[in-house]
């Protein structure tokens, strides 16, 4: 996942500026990395398919998330009903790129929209939503940093399903060992107990990376400035 081959490494965490907003994610030269979780009935088939196909609707909004722990924190890791599929699905980069420029944030934002106004005008023209919310650490727990949760509807949908998806892989089985992971994590050790701090912060007395499997590898995406200002992202 991302541009390592498939290997999945630890997720570097180079971005704590307080509230920065940075669209961070696995990609390679051509593709990135976003996450959905789905009940089986919509999964497998777009497994089968490599993209989405019915009972999927593409006449609802969708939201996808780059970021794989904000959409462990929203799916249970996996355990949510309507949930319990997490797929991993790779995009052109154009596509994103795409559903990007044509966004508007779902909240006024004074430092972005010249006035409510304007930004109710963007909102009723744009097929794409995008959100801002606290990214996630490995327990979960909110981070200073924002992550990005992008919502496709109408063209955008169809030029996700049509257009832009090259590949989707069900990470279920990964998803859970990861968990199964951070839970063997905080397990008595003679020590004491060694909490999810052991993880984040070296804190705890487990040696937690011989019990967590890696995480997918994210880093700051490169945008285009004219995107990057009109999602509000930071500099």
Do not use: C, N
């Not at 154009?94 to 966004?103: N, Q, S, V």
């Amino acid at each position: 996942m991302g541009d390592d081959g498939g290997r999945m490494v630890m997720m570097s965490d180079d971005s704590q500026v307080m509230g920065a907003r940075t669209v961070r994610a696995g990609y390679t030269a051509a593709t990135l990395t976003v996450y959905q979780a789905y009940p089986r009935e919509i999964a497998e088939p777009a497994v089968r398919a490599g993209t989405f196909v019915a009972p999927f609707k593409q006449e609802r909004m969708t939201w996808i998330k780059p970021s794989f722990l904000w959409m462990m924190y929203r799916s249970g890791w996996a355990r949510k009903a309507g949930q319990e599929r997490v797929l991993a699905i790779e995009v052109r980069r154009d596509g994103f790129e795409w559903a990007l420029a044509h966004a508007a944030l779902s909240h006024y934002d004074a430092g972005v929209h010249a006035s409510r106004d304007s930004w109710r005008q963007q909102v009723a023209q744009s097929p794409v939503r995008i959100q801002w919310d606290p990214d996630r650490s490995p327990s979960l727990a909110p981070l200073p940093r924002r992550a990005i949760q992008v919502g496709l509807a109408g063209e955008a949908v169809r030029r996700y399903v049509g257009e832009w998806v090259v590949g989707i892989s069900d990470i279920t089985d990964t998803v859970h060992a990861i968990h199964h992971g951070l839970r063997a994590a905080r397990a008595p050790t003679p020590e004491g107990i060694a909490g999810i701090a052991g993880i984040e912060d070296a804190g705890g007395t487990r040696d937690a990376a011989a019990v967590l499997p890696a995480l997918p590898v994210e880093r700051a995406y490169p945008l285009p400035e004219a995107v990057r200002e009109r999602i509000g992202a930071s500099a």
